[in-house]
């Protein structure tokens, strides 16, 4: 069953560092999304992305963060430089469909430690 | 801003019992609801999806209701089993294409 990949599985930064997450979208979706989940808090929307731009995003993806789709099948997220309060699961996801009620496709999350 | 709220952080049940997670939103009014599963150190998963219009949505052991007038949805599990124990999200979409969690109740299921 085809699903969705996220590398690295952990990855651990100094603060002011620039990170890079990276994804691969299940091959013949058309939405894709990062969500980040602090440790015991809510899954948080960061931003969406249709068409090689940005679709919506959240007020905490701020100029900190970009994404980028840099070939057919990755999806990336990069934090240009990262703060203590950065430390948080991230996931993405992807979706077949073009209706914001099409089931999202989670990855297994990178988990991001900021020292 | 919308709302979404689990009003229970965790839940225990004994194996075989119906398992009833509750979902309460305030200051909108969402077309449908979603609920995922969440394991530990995981992402989630979608169950199901009821719109609106529906009053109640089955998949095998799961059913989901939605009341708009309450502004409430139930999740149940029936004849639970510890392979159920997990932490199940309700989840709202606000007319954007981004997806508003809640925080998830903790359902532990005991053999």
């Known amino acids: 069953e085809p699903e969705v990949t996220q590398t690295p599985s952990h990855q651990v930064t100094q603060m002011g560092q620039e990170v890079i997450l990276r994804c691969v979208p299940i091959s013949n979706h058309l939405y894709f999304y990062w969500y980040r989940q602090i440790l015991g808090q809510k899954v948080e929307f960061l931003v969406s992305?249709?068409?090689?731009?940005?679709?919506?995003k959240s007020e905490i993806f701020d100029d900190q963060f970009s994404v980028e789709r840099p070939d057919g099948s990755n999806f990336t997220l990069k934090i240009r430089s990262t703060k203590l309060e950065d430390s948080a699961m991230y996931f993405c996801?992807?979706?077949?469909?073009?209706?914001?009620?099409?089931?999202?496709?989670f990855g297994p999350g990178t988990r991001l430690t900021v020292l | 801003s919308q709302k979404i709220e689990q009003n229970s952080e965790a839940l225990n049940i004994q194996e075989g019992k119906t398992a009833t997670l509750t979902c309460n939103y305030t200051n909108y009014s969402p077309a449908y609801l979603q609920w995922y599963r969440q394991d530990p150190g995981r992402g989630p998963v979608f169950l199901l999806l009821i719109r609106e219009n529906e009053k109640e949505k089955r998949k095998e052991r799961l059913k989901v209701t939605f009341d708009t007038t309450l502004k409430q949805s139930l999740f149940h599990i029936t004849a639970s089993q510890p392979a159920d124990s997990a932490t199940y999200l309700c989840?709202?979409?606000?007319?954007?294409?981004?997806?508003?969690f809640g925080s998830g109740t903790r359902l532990q299921v005991q053999p």
């Open positions: 992305f249709y068409n090689n731009e940005i679709s919506e």
């Open positions: 996801a992807s979706t077949e469909g073009t209706y914001s009620y099409n089931e999202q496709f």
């Open positions: 989840v709202m979409d606000t007319g954007r294409r981004a997806l508003t």
